[in-house]
């Protein structure tokens, strides 16, 4: 079964600022995709960004972007000029691309952009 | 448009009770999903309905029930529910099971 971690539990950054967000995965696949997702206070579950694993170059989506290191399993998130706005639980997951249960949330990173 | 709806957005229940969760959306999406997300921890994944087939998280007891009406359309009905089923209930889809996955924005249960 594939396993997904975050090792910050919380983090927090100043406003305009830079801030990356780490995220490591267990897998034997080689086919699969990594998502980062975003739950604001709000509770709606947004999609960051999305990274399929047969690309080698990196996903970026405005003012974030991807480290994707498919050897070492990781996938981080780099948020440039953090904005207020950019304050929630920020959610790795990882999905095979096959039916069934094949889509696995890691436990989160709460981020708090402050003034 | 990408929006998944849920109804109701807040439902208390006795242990006792029926009720039902709706999902709808109208993007054409293939694929529909129930997650249970308790507080402070990640979604955990219930039910997959893609083409009319559905996908079962073993882990989840038979007092859950999904039911697809339609592609749109996404239920699931609750009967005689335990307290520790208290948790936010939310929806997504997706055109296919290898596509993005779209949330709403959930239905939070508490059951006395």
């Known amino acids: 079964a594939q396993t997904v971690t975050q090792s910050q539990p919380e983090m927090s950054v100043q406003e305009a600022e830079t801030v990356t967000l780490s995220c490591t995965y267990d897998t034997s696949e080689n086919n699969y995709y990594l998502f980062w997702y975003k739950q604001p206070p709000s509770r709606q579950m947004i999609l960051v960004i999305r990274q399929e694993a047969y690309k080698q170059q990196n996903a970026t989506e405005n003012r974030f972007s991807v480290n994707f290191q498919k050897a070492a399993k990781s996938f981080s998130l780099k948020i440039s000029d953090s904005q207020l706005g950019d304050t929630a639980m920020y959610f790795c997951a990882f999905m095979k691309p096959d039916y069934g249960q094949n889509f696995v949330f890691g436990p989160g990173t709460r981020l708090s952009v402050l003034p | 448009d990408t929006e998944v709806t849920q109804t109701p957005k807040h439902l208390v229940m006795g242990m006792t009770n029926k009720k039902s969760l709706k999902c709808e959306q109208h993007m054409g999406h293939r694929a529909m999903y129930w997650y249970k997300q308790k507080a402070k921890k990640p979604p955990e994944l219930m039910f997959v309905?893609?083409?009319?087939?559905?996908?079962i998280n073993e882990s989840v007891p038979s007092r859950f029930s999904p039911e697809c009406p339609n592609s749109s359309l996404l239920n699931l009905h609750l009967h005689a529910l335990q307290p520790e089923d208290s948790a936010l209930y939310l929806c997504?889809?997706?055109?296919?099971?290898?596509?993005?996955?779209?949330f709403g924005p959930g239905t939070r249960l508490t059951v006395l």
């Open positions: 997504a889809s997706s055109q296919r099971l290898v596509d993005t996955q779209y």
């Open positions: 309905y893609s083409y009319e087939k559905l996908s």
